[in-house]
């Protein structure tokens, strides 16, 4: 019975309590929470550095395309020519580098 009567008397302090543990918990936890922020930030940081690699291989690939549109780059054919099908001149003398 005693329980009870503290508890009523003091509801305030007993409210003020349970609202900071809430706080406190959603602070570092749930979908808004710090560690959350951390994690998402790391992701951000992540998926920048893709979108900027991304980016610089779609400008490699469309300056190639360019090269192999209607005004034909024929030192690159060559470069092609040479590097997929291991095609060469009979007066050539290759020398084959490990890299």
Excluded at 14 to 31: A, H, V
Excluded at 36 to 61: G, P, R
Excluded at 78 to 91: E, P, T
């Amino acid at each position: 019975m005693k329980f009870f009567e503290i508890l009523i008397k003091k509801k305030i302090i007993f409210l003020n309590i349970f609202l900071f543990l809430y706080i406190i918990t959603n602070l570092f936890t749930g979908d808004r929470g710090l560690i959350s922020y951390f994690d998402k930030k790391e992701l951000n940081k992540y998926l920048e550095n893709k979108k900027v690699f991304l980016s610089n291989e779609i400008h490699k690939t469309e300056k190639k395309n360019l090269l192999l549109s209607e005004n034909l780059n024929f030192d690159f054919v060559d470069i092609l020519i040479r590097d997929k099908l291991k095609f060469g001149n009979k007066n050539e003398i290759l020398i084959k580098l490990h890299e």
